[in-house]
């Protein structure tokens, strides 16, 4: 919230000075709790370690004791007490029927008041009107969301009024470099399929 409000004042014309007493949130030794440790979960906790975050993870399979050491990551076996833990909640599991809607009032609710959700994996993860009203009644400090349901949102969409919430159009991998890599996956992958090979990157492994 801090750098996109920030940008707006800096770039105003009815910027005459600026504030000495507006602060944000500091993310260094906060608490990160992922969502969803597949292996764009896990690369996020590789950079939260750089901030020297403290790492919790919920999954339905638990990482390996390795793994988990390598980013000092800690596994929560029940969602809640990640939610009641974390001062950034990161979603980045796929859109299942076990995962829609995952996020809802409860949820939201179990999060702390300082807390930010942020979710980069479907928009429909997150219950919208839960997360609405959550917002609204500062239930949960912010949200930084890179997907939603729909996309784009209606322009009369609740989400688009409210101060505490930063939207990006589903652009996590918007960079000329992701998009080659992503190609040249799905042809390996193609490739694989026409000899007979294991698919290297395959949705749901046998």
């Not at 608490?31 to 790492?55: D, E, W």
């Not at 918007?174 to 399929?193: K, S």
Request: contains cysteine; aromatic residues 4%.
């Amino acid at each position: 919230m801090c750098l996109h409000a920030g940008c707006q004042i800096a770039v105003s014309p009815d910027t005459k000075y600026f504030a000495v007493d507006w602060l944000g949130v500091e993310v260094t030794r906060a608490t990160l709790g992922i969502i969803g440790m597949g292996s764009i979960g896990y690369k996020v906790a590789q950079r939260a370690r750089a901030f020297n975050m403290r790492i919790l993870y919920h999954n339905r399979n638990r990482r390996r004791k390795e793994e988990e050491e390598a980013v000092g990551a800690h596994y929560c076996a029940k969602m809640e007490d990640l939610l009641q833990q974390s001062d950034f909640v990161m979603l980045v599991v796929n859109l299942t029927p076990e995962t829609h809607k995952l996020i809802g009032k409860k949820e939201l609710g179990l999060m702390k008041p300082t807390a930010t959700l942020i979710n980069i994996s479907r928009g429909a993860v997150i219950d919208q009107d839960a997360l609405v009203e959550a917002l609204q009644k500062k239930v949960i400090r912010a949200a930084a969301l890179d997907v939603t349901h729909p996309e784009p949102l209606p322009r009369d969409h609740p989400l688009l009024t409210l101060n505490n919430v930063i939207i990006t159009p589903h652009i996590g991998t918007a960079t000329v470099q992701a998009i080659h890599m992503m190609a040249e996956e799905a042809i390996a992958n193609i490739l694989a399929v026409l000899s007979g090979q294991p698919i290297p990157s395959e949705v749901f492994p046998k």
